[in-house]
């Protein structure tokens, strides 16, 4: 008998279940599924969503003279507030325009 790659409908047939048994529930089927979609919930994506509101309420917090962070690695002081960004002095006479999603962490 020539092996090959592919199965036919023969062996499809032989596979499944005998028709007086009933196969398995289609919620057990998908527990496993569930499961782990419980367990990446739980482990990766609620301590990201407390992260980031965290990180969204340091951000409203912020007000002029804070000393920043940006996820560029630049220090600097703020300087001004303005609707979407920040203008901040990062050396003297050295301002810059920088957007509040910029902005990683606040020096104490």
Known sequence: MPTTEFISIGEIIAMAP???????GGLMSF???I???VAFYFLLIAPQRKKQKKHEKMIQSLEKGAKIKT????FGTITG?????FVIRIAENVKVEISK?????KID
């Open 18 to 24: 005998p028709s007086g048994q009933p196969g398995e």
């Open 31 to 33: 527990l496993p599924m």
């Open 35 to 37: 499961l782990i979609f």
């Open 71 to 74: 996820v560029g690695g630049m």
């Open 81 to 85: 507030v303005k609707d979407d960004c």
């Open 101 to 105: 999603e910029a902005i990683s962490a």
